[in-house]
Structure formats: C-alpha cells, structure tokens
T-cell receptor, first 114, second 112 residues
Framework: EPEVTQTPSHQVTQMGQEVILRCVPISNHLYFYWYRQILGQKVEFLVSFYNNEISEKSEIFDDQFSVERPDGSNFTLKIRSTKLEDSAMYFC????????????FGSGTQLSVL | SQKIEQNSEALNIQEGKTATLTCNYTNYSPAYLQWYRQDPGRGPVFLLLIRENEKEKRKERLKVTFDTTLKQSLFHITASQPADSATYLCALYAGNNRKLIWGLGTSLAVNP
C-alpha cells in the first residue's frame, strides 16, 4: 500500500540553526500538508500546499517557516532559525483530490531543539 | 470561542464490548468531520469521514454518527479487540477556515 515517507525520523539541532524536514507524499495525491504535535497536545495545522503554492497557512507558520516542492516527489519544510518551542513531532500528510479530506500521514520527524 | 472536545478521560473497556467515544464542538459549522486513530509515536491514520448531511456512516466494526443540532459526533467500535487500543482523534473541516481542526483525542484501552 502506498505511504507517505518522512526523513529523518529524529532531528536534534541547536537553537538558531536551520533545519529541513523531508517528505515524499503519495504519488497521485494533489494536496500536501505539514502538521505538528507537541507531546500530549493536539495536532496543529501548519500549512497546506496545492498546485505548487501555499493554499492555507496557520498563524504558527510565520516567516521562519517555508515549504517547497523542488521536484515531482519531495515536499520539504524548512525552519530558518529554530527556537526551543519548535520542538515537536512534525507530520507530513497528503490527500488525493480534496483539501482536508482523508489525509494520509507519514510517521513523523521528532525535532528536538536544544 | 471555537472549541472541539473529546472525552478527556481514558476509556477502559473489556474485549468484546462496544466502545463509544464522543466529539463535541462549539461555534463551528463543519462541512464534515473525520475520525483518525493514532498509535504512540506514529502519525494519525484515517478511519471514517461523515458529512454534514449524513447522520451515520459505517465501516466494518466502526460506526460514526453526526448530529449537527447537538454539535456532536459519536464514534463506536463494536466487538472491540485489544488491537483497537489507541488514541482516537476527531477532526473538523470548516470550509471557511480551509483547514482541519483537531481534538485532543481519547485514549482507548481494550482489556483481554
């Protein structure tokens, strides 16, 4: 069964450093998303991406964050200058053809900012 | 303010019984509501979607109801098994927000 893959599974970084989280969504899906989840808290929407541009973003997704789909398969989330409060599990997801419907999630990248 | 609330207490039930989980929301008019399962350290897994004009949806041992008057969805697992033990999340899509809003989840433990 096709799945969303994310790398790395764990990322440790120093505060102020840039990180890039990588995702390969399911190949025939059209919508791509990044979510994050701090341990014990709700899943939080960051951004959705469709047709090579941001479709929607949350207030969390400020100028420190950016997304890119550099080729036909990868979808990346960049955090330019990490803060302690960016520590969380970051999930990539994709959906076939309707925004917000039936999302397929990857296993996540656990980001720890020290 | 807008809120989504799920049973805050963990649910412990005996194998073979029906588990019922609740999702209540306020100040939303969701176009549809979804239920996901999440295992520790893993991403959510989609289970069921129910639209605002649907009262009930079933899939194998799973059943979801959606009452837009009560602003509530119920999620049932019949003939529960220990493998059903996980956290179950509800998520709303309100079209004007164009994003999914998630509940905190309810932890379900099915005891053999």
């Amino acid at each position: 069964e096709p799945e969303v893959t994310q790398t790395p599974s764990h990322q440790v970084t120093q505060m102020g450093q840039e990180v890039i989280l990588r995702c390969v969504p399911i190949s025939n899906h059209l919508y791509f998303y990044w979510y994050r989840q701090i341990l014990g808290q709700k899943v939080e929407f960051l951004v959705s991406f469709y047709n090579n541009e941001i479709s929607e973003k949350s207030e969390i997704f400020d100028d420190q964050f950016s997304v890119e789909r550099p080729d036909g398969s990868n979808f990346t989330l960049k955090i330019r200058s990490t803060k302690l409060e960016d520590s969380a599990m970051y999930f990539c997801a994709s959906s076939v053809d309707k925004e917000g419907e039936k999302l397929f999630f990857g296993s996540g990248t656990q980001l720890s900012v020290l | 303010s807008q809120k989504i609330e799920q049973n805050s207490e963990a649910l412990n039930i005996q194998e073979g019984k029906t588990a019922t989980l609740t999702c209540n929301y306020t100040n939303y008019s969701p176009a549809y509501l979804q239920w996901y399962r999440q295992d520790p350290g893993r991403g959510p897994v989609f289970l069921l979607l129910i639209r605002e004009n649907e009262k009930e949806k079933r899939k194998e041992r799973l059943k979801v109801t959606f009452d837009t008057t009560l602003k509530q969805s119920l999620f049932h697992i019949t003939a529960s098994q220990p493998a059903d033990s996980a956290t179950y999340l509800c998520a709303l899509y309100a079209g004007n927000n164009r994003k999914l809003i998630w509940g905190l989840g309810t932890s379900l433990a099915v005891n053999p």
